[in-house]
């Protein structure tokens, strides 16, 4: 059971980020559509579930010393394999700079420089104890961010801010569909490598209640949010950080706790991103591949969260279905033979 939490806590970890915890993910890939996309989390958790269990049992029949290896067997390019490492950084710069503005913008007379310097330490240090730090990162924080979530989007959705929930102008029928298999396959680019090697050592049976688990608790808190949101109305769907303003108005203490679910999923999502990114480049550079990867995000953080997420977001969907489809080829072939 305790293997079957850790491999759990690290999945639904490299899920939730700064798009998950400040409500803005979910504003736009599910609530825009309003309560219709309800009716489409049941897909939702068979695609992370099947998901989730495919690439935990290739984890645990193949241990793997890098993202590259998995996509070596998968048939794919070396222009592949740069441009998922490409986007692997990116994608920690964007939850670096997004930790750097949720401090910046609550404690506003502390120079950011301080901020970054504190998000660099606890990026380093963590990637310093290598993956069996990240397990025990995730195995303290996620819990405390899912409870948090959960607890305070029950409460808003039952003492809304408005009387007139949230109604989409046009349904979208057409592109819900798209929208949702955007997300699973763009989160699942994300955590592939994660997944993985969360599966090594683990037994068939204990990678499905592992797969369950992650996908039965991601998609829980993707019920309860995503009614808050649309319960809430428009004020709330069309904000940045639709979180923040629900927490705003309620006043101290709720927007320090939105802060520390927010931080939390930022940090959670930055360690795995840069834990898989760092992999590759350890054999050129040995023990300086930590600092070289962190160093190498903090730049790219330099553009900001809103840059960074702005121009850079929509590929990693296209992407993530991509490297999937190679390796469900893949896998299928190797089951053949």
Sequence with gaps: MKKVFAATSLIVGSIIGAGFASGRELSLFFAEFGFSSLYFLPIVFILFYYLFKLFLSIGAKQKFENVFEINKVAGSSPFFNVAVIVIFLIYAAAMFAGAVEVLANNFIGVPSIVFQVLVFALAYVVLKFGFAGLVKVNGILIPIIVILLIVYSLYSTLVPITNIPYVPSNTGAHILPISIIVYVFGNILLSYFIVAEAGHGLTKKQIQKTAFCAAMMICLALLICIICLIINGTVVMDASMPFLVLTLRLGDPFPWIFMSILFLGIITSLFGCLHTASLPFKKKFGKHNTIFCTTFVFVISLLGFDT?????????????????????????????T
């Excluded at 960074?308 to 089951?335: C, D, E, S, T």
């Design 308 to 336: 960074i997420v702005n121009n850079f977001y929509p590929v990693i969907g296209v992407f993530g279905l991509g490297i999937v489809i190679k390796i469900l080829i893949w896998n299928h072939q190797r089951a053949n």
